[in-house]
């Protein structure tokens, strides 16, 4: 079955890096377009950013700059890449996959707990 594993989460102090990976099995990834999304607690899930299937990388302005997403079709795997970090940056942060051709996403990720310090 279809699955996408997150890790690389952590506490780190503001100004600091981390980078998350999202690894997928089960599916066609270099068909799939690969999106993050995060959800700080008492807050709605919010979009962070998108690489599609032929690597064009989509931003949110919040992240834009600082976060970088990349794909490695060998390995199944996307990135996050954390820079810049800021306390607000503290969230769950999850992956997810979507076919090219839709809208919707068919797989999520359980998920990266990212905490920022002051």
């Known amino acids: 079955q279809v699955q996408l594993v997150e890790s690389g989460g952590g506490l780190v102090q503001a100004g600091g890096s981390l980078r998350l990976s999202c690894a997928a099995s089960?599916?066609?990834?270099?068909?799939?377009?690969m999106t993050w999304f995060r959800q700080a607690p008492g807050k709605e899930r919010e979009f962070v950013g998108r690489?599609?299937?032929?690597?064009?990388?989509i931003y949110s302005d919040s992240v834009k700059g600082r976060f970088t997403i990349s794909r490695d079709y060998a390995k199944n795997t996307v990135y996050l890449q954390l820079n810049s970090l800021k306390p607000e940056d503290t969230a769950v942060y999850y992956c997810?996959?979507?076919?090219?051709?839709?809208?919707?996403?068919?797989?999520w990720g359980q998920g990266t707990q990212v905490t920022v310090s002051s």
């Open positions: 089960g599916l066609t990834f270099s068909t799939y377009d």
């Open positions: 690489i599609t299937w032929s690597g064009v990388n």
């Open positions: 997810a996959a979507r076919p090219r051709d839709r809208i919707n996403y068919d797989y």
